[in-house]
């Protein structure tokens, strides 16, 4: 096995490092990486990111959102998150097998005093929560197996930025986000940073052997352009999810109720109807027919409305975030 040095914490990068790895790799080495995001959600490839995350809030706070190549749940990472991924060749008794790659994970953690097991099909518990979810893709000749193991994430992000599927919730029969995970630090006897936790995994995963590889700047390039390409692209991340129906409806004080109903099919806005009973004098049809074939995406919105004078169409006192937050 090769440790290949990545230091980058831009996940665009780090995505795209784990899919041209993957084809490009000009041997059969496993492999093996160890990364950082800075404030990022990464959602699963089969998933609608507008059900996921707070749309909003993520704007608010510039999070980035990447969506990965392997399926899997949503997940939120700062630099308290530490991820590996493994990448081999392809074959039988590794397809599907999860403990085979986290079984290492697992000895560090218990080389630490750290009683970690194993559980359902992709997790690592401590006393029954979670603190590394895990999920698997694969192409004809290679199998990329990826993980994370909250270090010393912010925990309270989690529950700000992910919109949690209340019958997940109701299953585990808890209230929150942050009652189903943990931290490893709190529960370390020995305190260590993330970069010894690091060490650690590579010192388990190499047996000691000096086995760490730099990619070349013109490896660095083609990464750096499927980053660009692909995984930066509003296309990627939003635009890959099902057809689904929308509609959101409040009350403005004082100003009249709205309400919003839409279709969106790849992430483009193919129908909207606007009713309610507030004051305005103007109709709606203006901002229906605006927002048909624009990006379901706050600041495309935005942009079509800036020119629209929104008191002509719901009355006195309404502002065009308020009609945005409504769509979104």
Not at 307 to 328: H, K, Q, T
Request: proline letters at 2%; one cysteine or more; hydrophobic letters at 40%.
């Amino acid at each position: 096995m090769i440790y290949i040095e990545n230091n980058s914490k831009n996940p665009y990068f780090n995505l795209a490092l784990e899919e041209y790895l993957m084809k490009n790799y000009p041997n059969d080495d496993d492999i093996l990486l160890l990364w950082q995001n800075d404030n990022t959600i990464v959602i699963g490839r089969n998933q609608n990111a507008y059900e996921e995350i707070n749309v909003k809030q993520v704007k608010v706070d510039n999070v980035k959102v990447v969506r990965r190549l392997s399926g899997g749940g949503t997940v939120y990472h700062d630099e308290g998150n530490l991820n590996f991924s493994f990448i081999k060749k392809r074959s039988s008794n590794v397809v599907n097998n999860y403990y085979h790659f986290l079984q290492p994970i697992i000895s560090v953690l218990q080389k630490l005093g750290i009683y970690a097991e194993f559980s359902g099909k992709n997790d690592i518990l401590i006393a029954g929560k979670k603190i590394s979810g895990n999920a698997q893709y694969a192409n004809s000749n290679k199998i990329l197996h990826h993980g994370t193991i909250l270090f010393n994430v912010d925990l309270l992000k989690l529950g700000a930025y992910l919109n949690v599927d209340p019958l997940k919730m109701q299953s585990k029969a808890i209230k929150s986000v942050q009652a189903r995970v943990t931290n490893i630090l709190p529960l370390l006897k020995n305190k260590i940073t993330i970069m010894e936790f690091k060490d650690l995994i590579i010192t388990e995963l190499l047996k000691g052997e000096n086995k760490k590889v730099i990619l070349s700047s013109e490896q660095l390039e083609e990464i750096n352009k499927l980053a660009i390409a692909k995984y930066a692209s509003w296309e990627w991340n939003y635009g890959i999810a099902p057809k689904f129906q929308i509609q959101n409806k409040k009350l403005y004080e004082h100003k009249g109720t709205v309400t919003v109903g839409l279709n969106v099919n790849a992430g483009i806005i193919t129908d909207i109807k606007i009713s309610g009973d507030f004051m305005g004098y103007y109709g709606t049809e203006i901002i229906e027919q605006q927002l048909v074939g624009c990006k379901y995406d706050y600041e495309h919105i935005a942009g079509q409305l800036q020119n629209i004078n929104i008191e002509e169409i719901f009355g006195v006192n309404f502002i065009a975030s308020e009609i945005i937050d409504l769509i979104i």
